[in-house]
């Protein structure tokens, strides 16, 4: 079983910073990539961010220059800083980890982003 939680999503203005994490446990030895994937209403859910073991980083290009995603190998854990954030960034922020070549989600937390 592998466990995801993400914690800091919330309303923020447009133009303003948000910093998403999340914490990952149980059965996650050998796992690839961490990083992030988001849902906005109507829409499917797409990648935004992904940083692999070994530190190479990807970003989705509606994101690039705006968001940086970090990790911390010892603690398991991976963040999204988003800064500059538009009303098109307004979704369900999902982390994602990435182990035998199958992605596991989090539950999600709400960005809202006001114009």
């Known amino acids: 079983q592998v466990q995801l939680v993400e914690s800091g999503g919330g309303l923020v203005q447009a133009g303003e910073s948000l910093r998403l994490s999340c914490a990952a446990s149980?059965?996650?030895?050998?796992?690839?990539?961490m990083g992030w994937y988001r849902q906005a209403p109507g829409n499917q859910r797409e990648f935004v961010a992904g940083?692999?073991?070994?530190?190479?980083?990807n970003y989705a290009d509606s994101v690039k220059g705006r968001c940086s995603v970090s990790r911390d190998h010892r603690k398991n854990t991976v963040s999204l800083q988003m800064n500059t954030l538009k009303p098109e960034d307004t979704a369900v922020y999902y982390c994602?980890?990435?182990?035998?070549?199958?992605?596991?989600y989090g539950q999600g937390t709400q960005v809202t982003v006001s114009s």
């Open positions: 994602f980890l990435r182990r035998l070549n199958h992605n596991y």
């Open positions: 940083i692999t073991v070994g530190g190479s980083t």
């Open positions: 149980g059965t996650i030895s050998g796992y690839t990539a």
